[in-house]
């Protein structure tokens, strides 16, 4: 099991009830059981249902963990569970996954792990009213994941605050390397492209004020 997904885990507490969507292998659902926690694993892929039922028999789990096959929350029953994961998959997957509100009324808990576009992922959480609990960030097998924890409840955040995050030190090295990271991209951008260097340079001013944060 992964570091990732060992963070993941942890983030959900003994009496949650959960739902692991797109859970492919289903090893968050074998975790959480080892934690006595229950966890319902979903996909959108038959096969990738079929090696989650695979590592379930060598777990002896069959019987314990239910399995579903579906497109997000679309023909699930939600009724009688407060939290979703929603790891490995795309900002605009999870968008997809999570754009019915009426789905949402039980959840007060969603951990999100996207590969991509974190800002608008906050963004979009801030928009259906989920405030931004923590966020890690962590590498594992050379991999940088963000996995945010949100709890139900509306949250007005700065403009840096969607973009970067909530102002934690733990994380100065990961925004330093991202900001000489902008500047090289800035360099990289001819100057008749003046959009694109609007925007990156928006962003470099931004994240410099943001990690003054760090030094007061
Ligand atoms: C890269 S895997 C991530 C597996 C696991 N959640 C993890 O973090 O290790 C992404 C999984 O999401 C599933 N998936 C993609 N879109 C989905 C959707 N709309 N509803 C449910 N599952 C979906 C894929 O079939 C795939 O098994």
Redesign the pocket.
């Known amino acids: 099991m992964?570091k990732?997904?060992e963070l993941?885990a942890s983030l959900i507490d003994e009496f949650d009830k959960v739902i692991?969507?797109?859970?492919?292998?289903a090893?968050?659902p074998i975790m959480l059981h080892q934690k006595n926690i229950k966890c319902l694993g979903?996909?959108?892929?038959q096969n990738?249902l079929d090696s989650a039922y695979h590592n379930l028999l060598e777990y002896h789990l069959e019987k314990d963990i239910p399995l579903v096959l579906?497109?997000?929350l679309?023909n699930l029953d939600v009724s009688n569970y407060n939290t979703l994961?929603?790891?490995?998959?795309g900002y605009n997957?999870i968008k997809?996954?999570l754009e019915d509100k009426t789905k949402l009324k039980t959840i007060n808990k969603i951990i999100v792990?996207s590969?991509n576009d974190y800002d608008k992922l906050r963004f979009f959480l801030n928009e259906l009213d989920y405030t931004l609990k923590e966020e890690y960030i962590i590498k594992d097998k050379n991999h940088l994941y963000h996995i945010m924890k949100y709890l139900k409840g509306k949250e007005v955040l700065t403009k840096e605050e969607i973009l970067f995050g909530k102002f934690n030190k733990d994380y100065l090295n990961y925004y330093e390397e991202y900001l000489l990271k902008l500047k090289k991209i800035l360099k990289n951008i001819p100057n008749n492209h003046q959009e694109e260097r609007k925007k990156i340079e928006e962003e470099i001013s931004l994240l410099t004020k943001y990690l003054t944060n760090f030094s007061n």
């Open positions: 992964t990732r997904l993941i692991d969507i797109g859970t492919d292998h090893y968050l979903t996909d959108i892929h990738a579906a497109d997000g679309k994961v929603i790891a490995g998959m997957t997809h996954i792990q590969n």
